[in-house]
């Protein structure tokens, strides 16, 4: 078939409303690290928690997502990553926190800090009750029966879970890319990429205060598996740090979904670019790729 289009879709805050869901997600991953992890009162780390939150909600741009020293995302660029930083900044900062958080992830992959997050994001999210995004059902149906898109489910979050949960929708057989690793940072990685005003570089800068870092081998050859095959490759994502930048310097398309929760500084810079596109909802997603056939 000629000129396939390959829709790849983010899952969490994309298909749903994560804006719903991630207190539920706090919550739960507060009861583990008091009752597992830390062994502190519940309280305690509730207060914490928002104290945390507030502090880098005053100063978005000074925190993030790390791994291995790089920043993955921006803190305050989705309602579940605003949650992942709010607890990794919390375990960093108390030196108690951050030794039986050592002590409990003794084989870490990454550090012990990061695999905690990792661990109760998996955990937990797969423990809640998926809420859909309206429109979800209806737009990935549509694809699936058209012959020329080929939608695709990219997501950091294992694909059991996320599998399980669009069955609820009814759609058995859409294909999952899960566990893609978005945040898997390498230093050592040598690849630049090549960009028209900032010449070749592994950082996009975004504005002033914002530059997204590339350095992301994992991903990158994700994408360049689907590339394969397909005319065109868009994805579909409501953040920008972690499945945005890469396919735009890679010459793809990259629209992002307008939420509650997306800052001024994502929705600016995909607007003004030239293959971005910021969808005010997911079903304005239909029309958009219907232009690329
Ligand atoms: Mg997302």
Redesign the pocket.
């Known amino acids: 078939m000629k000129n396939q289009v390959k829709v790849i879709l ?5 298909l749903t409303r ?1 804006e719903a869901m991630v207190d539920d997600l706090a919550r739960l991953s507060l009861d583990t690290l008091s009752q597992e992890i830390l062994r502190v009162p519940r309280p305690q780390l509730q207060e914490e928690y928002r104290e945390t939150r507030r502090l880098i909600l005053s100063r978005p741009h000074e925190f993030g997502w790390e791994v291995r020293g790089l920043l993955a995302s921006y803190g305050d660029e ?1 309602a ?1 990553i605003l949650n992942t930083t709010t607890l990794q900044v919390m375990l960093k900062m108390n030196p108690l926190y951050a030794r039986r958080v050592a002590n409990y992830f003794r084989d870490a992959e990454y550090d012990p800090v990061i695999d905690c997050t990792n661990y109760l994001f998996h955990r937990h999210t797969a423990e809640l009750k998926p809420r859909f995004r309206q429109g979800a059902k209806e737009i990935l149906s549509g694809l699936l029966r058209h012959e020329r898109f080929i939608p695709l489910i990219l997501t950091n979050s294992k694909g059991d879970k996320v599998e399980r949960n669009l069955q609820t929708l009814g759609l058995k057989e859409v294909e999952i890319l899960g566990d893609t690793r978005q945040y898997e940072m390498d230093p050592s990685w040598a690849r630049h990429f090549f960009h028209l005003e900032q010449g070749m570089t592994q950082g996009l800068r975004i504005d002033q205060h914002h530059k997204v870092d590339l350095r992301r081998p994992v991903y990158y050859r994700a994408l360049m598996r689907e590339a394969e095959g397909a005319e065109q490759i868009v994805v579909v ?3 920008l740090s ?2 945005g930048a890469l396919p735009l310097v890679m010459g793809m398309r990259f629209y992002l979904l307008k939420t509650s929760y997306t800052p001024f500084w994502c929705e600016e810079f995909v607007k003004k670019h030239e293959r971005g596109e910021v969808l005010e909802s997911l079903y304005s997603l239909r029309e958009r790729v219907e232009t690329l056939i």
């Open positions: 983010d899952y969490d805050g994309t994560e989705g579940f994502a409501d953040t972690l499945p």
